[in-house]
């Protein structure tokens, strides 16, 4: 039998919902006898130096895996830090240079090319490598960790209706069309550029195991719909592997003992799949 792997969980921003969702969490018999747990907690206020002693217990190979609890962006670039998110810190600490996030939960699996940019910057952030590599990261995700062979995959468009032939958009043509057909040859069920409307629906009918969006929004929009206190945030790419609740500091409700630890259950469960 297979030894226990070792999870480090981060329990990130002190005033929010992290320690308690973690606790909450480790408590259930259920999540607690899947792994051998090291919890870390935040030793300041934005709870950040407790992703900087996870990555060496990584660096150390002394965990298998790492499930962060959300910290606050906006809290961290007033304490004067540059701070992306945990994904673009763990890719850059890394090295890693083709990662991205994809969201999971039961049917519905969504990766981004884009990812915490302003809406008015995204059409400019769209490459054509940009897209080959979410597309191959999310292809080899589903083989890998997921057990689907020959996945179906949708790629979004950006414009409405995919651009209408260039009538509303061209990036579709330009850009996302290209790069998908340079990759039908490896990835054969791979399909799009689709109106992200049909896209969704598709996968949500089980006619798509995964889909590409070109943003943030465009793709977290109808996952959250079904899957607001079940989503995991899975980061595609690093040498390691991460996983994070999908949801936020949730200050509202923070300290009230109320939040629901669902989402972060389910990330715990996934990285010790993944494992």
């Not at 240079?97 to 990812?115: D, I, N, P």
């Not at 083989?143 to 468009?157: A, L």
């Not at 490896?186 to 996968?203: Q, S």
């Not at 009918?205 to 995991?232: C, E, R, T, W």
Request: charged share 25%; proline share 5%; glycine share 10%.
């Amino acid at each position: 039998m297979m030894k226990k792997p070792t999870v480090t969980i981060t329990t990130g921003d002190p005033d929010g919902i992290g320690p308690e969702v973690t606790k909450k969490a480790l408590k259930d018999a259920a999540i607690k006898r899947l792994a051998n747990f090291c919890v870390i907690n935040a030793n300041d206020d934005t709870g950040l130096d407790a992703i900087k002693r996870a990555v060496k217990i990584l660096d150390a190979q002394e965990a298998h895996a790492l499930v962060t609890a959300p910290v606050n962006k906006a809290k961290i670039a007033k304490s004067g830090i540059s701070f992306k998110g945990h994904t673009e810190y763990l890719a850059e600490h890394t090295n890693t240079k083709r990662f991205a996030m994809m969201f999971c939960s039961g049917r519905l699996k969504v990766s981004l090319v884009t990812r915490h940019i302003p809406l008015k910057n995204v059409p400019g952030a769209i490459t054509k490598e940009k897209v080959r590599d979410a597309i191959e990261l999310t292809y080899e995700a589903l083989d890998s960790y997921f057990g689907i062979r020959n996945p179906r995959i949708g790629v979004c468009g950006l414009n409405p209706h995919s651009g209408e032939g260039g009538l509303i958009g061209t990036e579709e043509k330009d850009i996302i069309e290209p790069a998908i057909k340079k990759l039908k040859s490896k990835i054969h069920g791979l399909t799009g550029p689709l109106p992200a409307d049909v896209a969704f629906y598709k996968a949500y009918n089980y006619q798509l195991d995964a889909v590409v969006s070109m943003y943030h929004d465009q793709g977290l929009g109808p996952f959250k719909m079904i899957a607001f206190h079940s989503g995991v945030n899975l980061t595609l790419g690093l040498p390691f592997v991460r996983t994070s609740p999908d949801h936020g500091t949730a200050y509202d409700i923070a300290g009230k003992g109320i939040a629901d630890p669902g989402s972060m259950k389910e990330a715990i469960r996934l990285a010790v799949k993944m494992c």
